[in-house]
């Protein structure tokens, strides 16, 4: 009685290894039976194994007139699948022979392989699939119409451009406020009246004006200065009427006076300056003295910048 248990047991141990063996299962798909030449079809195997066993799929080669174009492979449970996009380069009933795939135990050594059924293809020309694209009479095929293509817009090329540019503006922009302005000299300007004849006949306006004997000295010395100023900045051209009398000493190098003709200006001015602001007190011989010495000083410092008609 124990030895048939022992046997039985054996026995059921052996069935459920074999069932193990045979739990692969594969399913092989197409999804045409009829196709063009140089139009790929889908060849799909999905296998199913138990979870001790690693499916292995190949790299599956084949011979003229088939061609593997592409491969991927994916899991959807329960099923391992490798997907194969193929192409045939003749027509005619094509077989496709069956792919090989391995199955290998947990520590990846080979248990066994499995081989899938050839299966057939019909492979006619384009022609043939759509009468439309028959040449009739030894005539040429129908041209297509043309594909329109649409152009994108270069957002990129056109933003930079236009960066470009407006850094090139700025560059310039700033450039310009960099330079240095045009410098004009002022020419020498035609008078309807000289200078010295200006200066002769104001002195002899202010030699008749009355105010020395109206004791008005501040008066008489503010027209004096103003006249002898205006003198030297018309014929000079010296900005005589804006400079003090101190400033006129300290640039006396650009007045072509001799020495002696510059004190006698600079005293002139320092005089009406001292009567101007109440600091001074002079008598009426001075003034007339004063006034004498500028008309003479007018009349001697015209060849300075008078250029004769002869020269």
Do not use: H
Request: hydrophobic share 40%; with cysteine.
């Amino acid at each position: 009685m124990k030895k048939s248990l022992f046997i039985g047991i054996i026995l059921l141990i052996s069935c459920s290894r074999d069932n193990g063996s045979l739990s692969v299962q594969m399913i092989v798909e197409l999804d045409t039976t009829y196709t063009t030449i140089g139009n790929p079809i889908s060849y799909s195997v999905k296998v199913q194994s138990p979870k001790d066993k690693i499916i292995q799929f190949p790299d599956w080669i084949l011979e003229d007139p088939l061609e593997v174009r592409s491969s991927d492979f994916s899991i959807s449970s329960p099923y391992q699948i490798g997907n194969y996009k193929l192409v045939f380069w003749d027509t005619g009933r094509v077989a496709i022979p069956g792919l090989e795939i391995q199955v290998l135990n947990e520590d990846s050594t080979f248990a066994y392989k499995m081989n899938a059924d050839t299966m057939f293809m019909e492979v006619v020309s384009i022609t043939e699939k759509d009468p439309s694209f028959k040449q009739s009479g030894g005539g040429i095929m129908p041209i297509k119409d043309p594909v329109p293509v649409k152009y994108p817009v270069p957002w990129r090329t056109i933003i930079l451009s236009m960066s470009l540019v407006l850094l090139l503006a700025g560059i310039v922009w700033i450039w310009t406020k960099r330079l240095k302005k045009e410098v004009y000299f002022e020419e020498k300007p035609d008078y309807l009246e000289q200078p010295d004849a200006v200066a002769l006949r104001k002195l002899d306006l202010l030699d008749g004006s009355g105010l020395l004997a109206e004791g008005d000295i501040k008066e008489f010395y503010s027209r004096l200065s103003l006249i002898i100023r205006e003198y030297a900045e018309n014929s000079l051209y010296i900005r005589a009427l804006e400079m003090t009398t101190e400033e006129i000493r300290g640039y006396r190098i650009f007045f072509p006076y001799t020495d002696i003709q510059l004190e006698e200006y600079i005293q002139i001015l320092s005089s009406a300056d001292m009567v101007k602001y109440a600091k001074y007190r002079t008598s009426i011989e001075q003034c007339t003295k004063d006034l004498l010495q500028s008309r003479t000083l007018v009349q001697d410092t015209v060849k300075y910048w008078k250029i004769s008609p002869n020269s």
